[in-house]
């Protein structure tokens, strides 16, 4: 029986238990509810995410995925007994480790743009940027008829004008276009600005739009420098980090996979992951247990059974191509479906290479881990992927010259240059380069690893034998140009040098001391180094839009109308077929005829494309992609692919191929103008094949000759007219012979 004491000790024990509790509940939901920020922050970061593959259709990341990296963030980030600390470590190394993550299977275009969606969806969040205003950097604002004039049409285009007109109705610009018109002078010379990102917008809107509202700015007046102002906006907003993409580090990839996550490299044009996942093998111990195939036809089959032994004994598998094998793809799916713990090595790894395609299995994009391999952009960030990559970051390497340490390292910094100058040239097309050369890492490779052999085996430095085999073995043996193979020599010795050596204050560029070279030998010396190198924006910023009369538009414009101005006015063919009617017995005539035709056709081309071209400039019409191709290629002195269409065979660069073309238009009018019958070598054919079987089949009949067993041997001759009628060309006939 129970006491009514005990019940009463036991029923106020079990009230004070539930207070208890409600009080913990409590504590623990105030605590939870502290740290409610940063998972709204990285809500936010999950649906940056989420749109990329909306870009790429590779780029593919899960949930999952997402939320180890969240976990794997809170334990490597800063413990601080302070909640705000806390709550401010928690976000500044999740944002970054998110970032470097996925910049890792990002190509390098699309780096920048992720960065940016970052930065804009996480103001977006906090109420910084509104919604309006980056609606309306992303389209201008809605194009309605505007009724103004434009009060600055001799240096702003009317599409400028028209956004201008717009922007007033965002709420921090109201005013901003009565403004501008009373001030026209200051907005002038901010608009002739070589880099108005840098400089000050004309008061008051300096001192009172926000960083974002300043892009918008840009935007209006000198799109053509939007990205390099998204780069400045970026490292203000986020830090420098942020538009600094981490090298290419296959081991870091591999720290984050285990035996149930495929590795994919995602491969460009030019890039082969191969030597270095090799090298990579060799360096884990699994050089003898790494085995590769080719993805094909039939291929399947061994891939499986190489899958299924790999997985058993713990090897390595790397399956090349896999967007040459979408057929086996869904197989491949399956297989890895079937993986888990219990019938997996835990060493096992399989790689995968492929090119982006909508059919790669999403399951293992969002399950594995995705690298891309591109080479840098920027002479900055070659020098970096260069110091960071094999085998110059390792110490065995760098090392390797004992007591010449100051020779090879300073000698090894100018290769390492040379070797991101000559990549760096191929984005000026045939400025940089009469043909495109695919330098690439074996190149860079096995001349330092020559470079090392010869300071270790010589008394001195044998920089004719460097030089050589360097410019004349690893990089010229893929240059087939002359003068090409004369330029990358020249630009060598500029790198490979004894000054290089000896002179403290030699600089590679006289351009800043930074492009100079360390004191100290030591490897975070000349990492530091390269970290103060800046990038020459003025190579990377793009064409601006339509209507935009930046720095880039002016040479445009200087280049169109050079060329228009010379351009004669297309051929009469009504009078030429009347001066030179068809005739069997003449059969050239009808080559002259048709040449003309020929000609007449590229002419109206080329005048067509560069008047729609000088209106787009103006803001006439819209700059489409086209026109943006055939901007580019002007600027960097190449033939625009819609010419080439409808021309002759010509590897000429820009200006040469201006020159020809214009010659041969002289040279045929004046031929036109002789009133005689043409030879072959009097034209200058754009279809040379046609125009000879034209002059050679005349004269077969004479032989007794089928046309189709006609054989045409050509050597030179004597400039006197032989019998076949053709001049300084001999044509044999042979009977029987094809």
């Avoid at 001799?154 to 007109?165: I, Q, R």
């Avoid at 490299?265 to 111990?285: E, T, V, W």
């Amino acid at each position: 029986m129970m006491y009514p004491d005990f019940a009463q000790i036991l029923s106020l024990g079990i009230v004070q238990r539930q207070e208890a509790a409600k009080d913990t509940k409590l504590k623990i939901d105030s605590f939870r509810l502290s740290y409610r920020p940063i998972a709204r922050h990285s809500a936010v970061l999950y649906y940056c995410i989420t749109d990329l593959p909306n870009v790429d259709p590779m780029y593919q990341y899960s949930l999952v995925w997402f939320i180890n990296l969240y976990t794997m963030s809170i334990e490597s980030s800063k413990k601080s007994k302070f909640l705000e600390k806390r709550l401010q470590y928690l976000h500044e190394t999740f944002t970054y480790n998110l970032y470097s993550n996925v910049c890792r299977s990002l190509f390098e275009k699309d780096k920048l743009l992720f960065s940016f969606i970052l930065c804009t969806n996480i103001m977006l969040a906090t109420n910084v940027l509104t919604k309006e205003e980056f609606h309306f950097f992303l389209t201008g604002g809605v194009s309605l008829e505007n009724p103004l004039k434009n009060r600055a049409s001799s240096w702003l285009g009317d599409k400028s004008w028209d956004e201008l007109c717009r922007v007033t109705h965002l709420p921090a610009f109201y005013g901003f276009l009565e403004s501008f018109t009373s001030s026209l002078s200051e907005w002038k010379e901010f608009y002739d600005l070589a880099d108005p990102h840098l400089g000050k917008l004309p008061e008051p809107w300096e001192q009172s739009l926000t960083p974002f509202q300043h892009l918008i700015i840009i935007r209006i007046f000198r799109p053509d420098k939007i990205i390099a102002t998204i780069t400045l906006f970026i490292e203000k907003e986020m830090g420098e980090k942020f538009v600094m993409p981490p090298p290419f580090d296959i081991s870091c990839s591999y720290e984050d996979s285990n035996c149930l996550s495929p590795l994919v490299f995602i491969l460009s044009p030019g890039a082969d992951p191969m030597a270095a996942l090799s090298r990579f093998a060799d360096k884990m111990g699994y050089g003898g247990k790494f085995e590769s195939i080719s993805l094909g036809q039939g291929q399947g089959p061994i891939a499986r059974m190489l899958i299924e032994t790999a997985q058993q004994d713990g090897l390595w598998v790397c399956l090349q191509n896999c967007h040459l094998a979408v057929s086996w793809m869904p197989e491949l799916e399956r297989i890895w479906e079937s993986w888990d713990t219990r019938n997996t090595n835990l060493h096992f790894r399989l790689w995968l290479t492929s090119y982006p395609s909508d059919k790669f299995p999403v399951s293992l994009l969002q399950n594995g881990v995705k690298m891309t391999n591109e080479p840098p952009t920027g002479l900055q960030q070659n020098l970096l992927r260069s110091y960071q990559s094999d085998p110059v970051k390792d110490p065995t390497f760098y090392e390797g010259c004992p007591r010449k340490d100051r020779v090879f390292t300073k000698l090894l910094y100018g290769i390492c240059f040379f070797h991101a100058v000559v990549q760096e040239r191929k984005k000026f097309g045939s400025i940089g380069w009469n043909i495109p050369y695919g330098f690439n890492e074996s190149d860079f490779h096995i001349s330092i690893k020559q470079l090392q052999m010869f300071i270790n085996e010589s008394a001195d430095v044998p920089y004719e034998a460097i030089l050589y085999l360097t410019g004349e073995c690893n990089y010229g043996g893929r240059v087939t140009d002359d003068w090409d193979r004369r330029t990358l020599t020249t630009i060598l010795e500029d790198f490979v040098n004894e000054q290089v050596v000896t002179s403290p204050s030699y600089l590679f560029c006289h351009v800043a001391e930074v492009y100079g070279l360390p004191r100290k030998t030591e490897y975070q010396v000349y990492i530091q180094h390269i970290e103060v190198l800046y990038t020459l924006w003025g190579a990377r910023c793009p064409l601006g839009g339509a209507g935009e009369k930046g720095a880039g538009d002016s040479l445009l414009s200087d280049i169109t109308d050079d060329i228009l101005s010379k351009l004669p006015l297309n051929y009469d063919l009504e009078e030429a077929m009347c001066s030179y009617p068809t005739s069997y017995s003449e059969s050239m005539n009808t080559v002259l005829v048709q040449e003309m035709d020929r000609f007449n056709r590229l002419l109206s081309v080329i005048r067509s494309t560069l008047e729609t071209l000088r209106r787009a400039v103006d803001g006439l019409v819209v700059m489409s992609p086209e026109l943006e191709a055939l901007a580019g290629s002007l600027l960097v002195n190449k033939v625009p692919t819609m010419w080439a269409a409808r021309s002759y065979p010509s590897l000429k660069p820009l200006a040469s191929y201006v020159v020809d073309f214009l010659d041969r238009l002289r040279a045929l009018q004046e031929l036109r103008m002789l009133l005689h019958t043409p030879s072959l070598t009097d034209l200058g054919l754009t279809l040379t094949c046609y125009g000879l079987d034209t002059e050679v089949a005349p004269s077969t009949p004479g032989h007794r000759v089928p046309g189709q067993l006609m054989g045409q041997y050509l050597t030179s001759s004597n400039p006197r007219t032989p019998k076949g009628g053709m001049v300084r060309i001999r044509s044999d006939i042979r009977e029987g012979e094809n």
